[in-house]
């Protein structure tokens, strides 16, 4: 897992693009995680 993410924890995701002129869009809906650890080694 990257460093600085914390098990156990929802995380959102969305979307923000820009167009070839620079304009930014609204974000997407928000996608929800949840980030579960499952490492067994530890």
Same mark, same amino acid.
């Given at each position: $897992?990257? +460093? /600085? =993410?914390?098990? @156990?924890? @929802? #995380? !959102? =995701? #969305?979307?923000?693009? &820009? &167009?070839?002129? /620079? *304009? =930014?869009f609204?974000? +997407?809906? +928000? #996608? *929800?995680? !949840? =980030?579960k650890?499952? #490492? /067994? $080694? *530890?």
């Amino acid at each position: $897992m990257p +460093s /600085g =993410l914390r098990t @156990d924890t @929802d #995380f !959102y =995701l #969305f979307l923000v693009v &820009n &167009n070839t002129e /620079g *304009k =930014l869009f609204r974000p +997407s809906p +928000s #996608f *929800k995680i !949840y =980030l579960k650890d499952v #490492f /067994g $080694m *530890k």
